[in-house]
């Protein structure tokens, strides 16, 4: 209505929480299955994780069109688990669907790892009987799989992994693929009996007994916390974006059928098509809207490519693309279906090669249980304009990095050599490549804004490239100019982090690297040689450098500070010690830096003025502002770009490079001790007061097994964004 606003409303959702809990707490002994939430959740230090929980259940919840309708079908799914057989209920049959796919995959592999063994006598006389007994462990397995749920737990648990007698003078590379296979199949059994089908059906059903009582407290806590932030809200007379969908929704849609309101029958008389872009990234209630507007089945046209969905921690529901996507009839076949669909899979952007390439691995990568879509010629890019000239063929770099330690993928020593091989290739690149003028239609030299760096960590990293780049003389620009993707600000982000834990070892060697400190790689690696194994931390707590006992020394003073002083004194303190207004500054587009770092130091003091404490909340607070994005503003002319993948979508650099392709994907999401999936339902850790223990129940593992999927589905769309930025 007329004078409301919008704002994230954290602090509200602070109030509301507060006041939610004290109403709990007051009536806590007549409410049993409250009680039960506060033991399961609650800590001696306070009931921080059950406040969590139940606010994380009201934030996923708002993406439904009907919240409290899905939230009292997951009471009901652990309440008919509590007294059903495990293979009677969706979420464990799916679970022993993923099974039987599982020993179906290993099985085949085994069997053609078998084929090997008749290359050499000595080796199938040694291999054999352990591939004899892995086969046919497979098929007993899969056949328990298939008649139920303790069959299967039953037959996983027998199995033992086999040992491989020692063969003398054969071909090592055979005996290795061998090996792997056989090892491969072992962990696999390993990874089914210990989070797919891990337990007695007997147990499961005592599981989800515990549970539902503490769920419907969950479930409690939840409704009388948005309750109280809903009568906060219209007191203070805002509403956030997630009100605006849900009171839209209710106009527009009768509560009980679902069906157009009248309102919305009179709104749609005067609507004649809607159009609807970037429809991969669109969610349930969004939908509810448009289809509640439309006026006849053919008036919604929908425009969208689920390959480039990539937004599902704003909770883009992509699977609502794919189900029209096979619904629909294709134009071409049947153009008088009243739901059509239109295939648009000319490409104008790229040259040949790398369409090739981006079609090379999807092909081999993507499928209909994998992605969304199953990538073939209806999927696979095709030239829609002129040939370039000249041939520019796709690279790919392997980098050994025999050196590293343990081959640990997030080390300081992997991520400066990558860095630094990335700067000595964008040398190349300016010297030797020739792309198309976009103004003239006529090869020329390529200039440093012709080319884009993407990184999916990007405020870690991000500073090693720059870096890199500055060293050979190549000006870069960090995020196009967005605030959070800015270099200064992913400078304070890592030195705060640092303050707040030294032992994370990217942050650290970003700061030591940064303009601040301007460690340089020889100096780095003498600090590691200090303490070959462990943290680099603990390393650099050894050495002798004048350059790394200044840098401690500094380090040790903020961690002193740190307990004592508000998060704006801490940032004020470091730019004091650090001059770092003055050293960024003296960097290109300085006047822009250090209003940044002003900026930064603005969002510390609204943290602490919002009631809000705690250097590791401020840190949170700022991931959550960087994921929900601001408008990028137009990048420094004559830079390379450094981008993250979401920054870049939309957009097209005639040469893109795409490092860090190794790093493990994030699944902190998946570590949390409530898991919730909009198929599955919501499950979470139980805790054994006991044994003083917390575990993850089956229902939970069944939940985090989706979600991981999804995640990983997620990733491989976010490579084809990336890759598909590319024109030449």
Known sequence: GEGHTCLPGERLKDQAMEEALEKKYAQEQGDLDFQAAVENFAEDRGDRKLQSAARELYNKLRSHADP?????????????????????LPWSQELLKFCLETLDYQQRRLLQAGRLLEEDPKVQEKYGPAFDYCLAAAQTMRQAAAQGWDECYQALSLFEKPRLAAVR?????????LKQAKDDFSDSVAFLAQQVVSRPGEQVRREMALSLPILRGLAGLERAFEAEYDQIKRRENVLDFSDLEHLALGLLTDEKTGAPSQLAQQLAQGITEILVDEYQDTNEIQDSIFSALRRKENSLFMVGDVKQSIYRFRLAEP?????????????????????????LNRNFRSRREVLELTNFIFRRLMSRDFGGVDYNENEE???????????????????????????????????????????????????ETQITDKQTGLPRPARPDDIAILLSSFSNKAPLYQQALERRGIPSSAGGGNFYASIETAVMRSMLAVIDNPRQDIPLISVMRSPLYLFTPDELLAIRQEEKQGDFYDALLQSQLPHAQSFLADLREFRAYRPDVSVGRLVSLIYARTGALGVFQALDNGAQRRRNLQRFYQLALQYENSGSRGLFGFLRSLEKRAQEGEPPADPAPGAVRLMSVHGSKGLEFPIVILPDLDKRFNTDDLRQAMAMHKGTGLAF??????????????????VLLRCRQESREEELRKLYVAMTRAQE
């Open 381 to 431: 890019l095709r030239q829609g304009q002129g040939a370039y000239d000249g041939a520019c063929p796709a690279e790919v770099y392997l980098l050994d990095m025999q050196r590293d330690r343990d081959g640990e993928e997030e080390s300081v020593e992997k991520a400066v050599y990558e860095a630094e091989f990335v700067g000595s290739l964008v040398v190349r690149q300016l010297r």
């Open 68 to 88: 409290q309708g899905w939230l009292d079908r997951a009471i009901e799914t652990v309440k008919l688990a509590a007294g059903s057989q495990p293979q009677d």
């Open 319 to 343: 699977e609502i693309f794919v189900g029209k996507y096979y619904q629909y009839q294709d134009y071409e076949i049947d153009p008088e279906a009243p739901q059509k669909r239109i295939m």
């Open 685 to 702: 850790r139980l805790r054994d007061l006991q044994r003083r223990l917390e575990y993850k129940t089956q229902m939970q593992q069944a």
């Open 169 to 177: 003078g054969a071909d090592k590379e055979l005996t290795d693929q």
